[in-house]
């Protein structure tokens, strides 16, 4: 069974940064960073495979970067220029079975564990 806690999250203005961190109490394949706002869908935000490949979802490329330190087993995502949409639930998840690739279409695809949450909140 695999643990995951995050933190990190927490309330700034427009334009501002923030970094979420999740920490894996055991090895996956693929693990992503998912968020959903009140009334909402789940989306995918970013992910990391297998293979250290990384993939973004359009409203955040170019503002937000994931990454990974192996020694520690904690995934992070880097949020600059956050907008108040980015307004949302964020929740680390990861998957024993996605070997090679990682999906961000929660239709699609349930990873197997997920952590608890973390809040972000960005005003205007």
């Known amino acids: 069974q695999v643990q995951l806690v995050e933190s990190g999250g927490g309330s700034v203005q427009a334009g501002g940064s923030l970094r979420l961190s999740c920490a894996a109490s055991?090895?996956?394949?693929?693990m992503g960073w998912f968020r959903q706002a009140p009334g909402k869908q789940r989306e995918g935000v970013a992910c990391f495979d297998s293979d250290g490949d990384t993939l973004y979802a359009d409203s955040v490329k170019g503002r937000f970067t994931i990454s990974k330190d192996n020694a520690k087993n904690t995934l992070y995502l880097q949020m600059n220029s956050l907008k108040p949409e980015d307004t949302a639930m964020y929740y680390c998840a990861a998957d024993s079975s996605l070997y090679g690739f990682c999906i961000l279409e929660v239709e699609k695809y349930e990873y197997n564990y997920w952590g608890q949450g973390t809040q972000v909140t960005v005003s205007s």
């Open positions: 055991g090895y996956t394949y693929s």
